[in-house]
Nanobody, 128 residues
């Protein structure tokens, strides 16, 4: 069964950093675009960042540009989200996802419905 497993969440003070990881269970994920989303109670899932299958193309939500960096390691079949200068409004459950569409690698996919596989989420809490 295909699996995505997030890790690296936790509690951090404002201005601090965290690195999230998303480990995939199969090497076929190296062929997929992947992304990070976040969600808080009562709100829709929000796009954070995405990366093409090759790692060449990267896309960011406006609220995280310049602070977050997405990357991936094909050898480890793992995607990362380096989060710097964290703010209390970054507090959320963070989910990783994988998209089968080639379009997502070429143009970026910003809607959750365009992703086919999801992890279980990891909590990030930023204290003020």
């Amino acid at each position: 069964q295909v699996q995505l497993v997030e890790s690296g969440g936790g509690l951090v003070q404002a201005g601090g950093s965290l690195r999230l990881s998303c480990a995939a269970s199969r090497r076929t994920f190296n062929d997929y675009a992947m992304g990070w989303f976040r969600q808080t109670p009562g709100k829709e899932r929000e796009f954070v960042a995405a990366i093409s299958w090759s790692g060449t193309n990267k896309y960011y939500g406006d609220s995280v540009k310049g602070r977050f960096t997405i990357s991936r390691d094909h050898e480890k079949i793992t995607m990362y989200l380096q989060m710097n200068s964290l703010k209390p409004e970054d507090t959320a459950v963070y989910y990783c996802a994988a998209a089968l569409l080639d379009y997502c690698s070429n143009r970026g996919c910003y809607e959750p419905t365009m992703y086919d596989y999801w992890g279980q989420g990891t909590q990030v809490t930023v204290s003020s």
